[in-house]
Nanobody, 126 residues
Framework: QVQLVESGGGLVQPGGSLRLSCAAS????????IGWFRQAPGKEREGVSC????????YYVDSVKGRFTISRDNAKNSAYLQMNSLKPEDTAVYYC???????????????????WGKGTLVTVSS
């Protein structure tokens, strides 16, 4: 069974931090790029970040640069998104995806997506 499962979401105050995890089962992430996406209430889903499978290059949408960090641990067949200095505008359901390669996170974030997780909710509010 091919599956991606996100975890780590929850309620956090503005300025706080959360670490999201993306665990794969039924396949290996070694040869996939991993993307993080989010969908805020009333808005379209957008790309947030992506990490390459080939050289580990990372990419971020401008709104999260300097605050979010994407990483991967192939030995654990997992990927992560460390989110710091969270803002109310970051409130969204966050999804991870396995991609053939990273597309442009702002222009073509869905390029080559093979598998999606079901999402984890992040709420930033005081």
């Amino acid at each position: 069974q091919v599956q991606l499962v996100e975890s780590g979401g929850g309620l956090v105050q503005p300025g706080g931090s959360l670490r999201l995890s993306c665990a794969a089962s039924g396949f290996t992430l070694d040869y996939y790029a991993i993307g993080w996406f989010r969908q805020a209430p009333g808005k379209e889903r957008e790309g947030v970040s992506c990490i390459s499978s080939s050289d580990g290059s990372t990419y971020y949408v401008d709104s999260v640069k300097g605050r979010f960090t994407i990483s991967r641990d192939n030995a654990k067949n997992s990927a992560y998104l460390q989110m710091n200095s969270l803002k109310p505008e970051d409130t969204a359901v966050y999804y991870c995806a396995a991609q053939r390669v990273c597309g442009s996170v702002d222009a073509d974030p869905y390029y080559g997506v093979d598998y999606w997780g079901k999402g984890t909710l992040v709420t930033v509010s005081s």
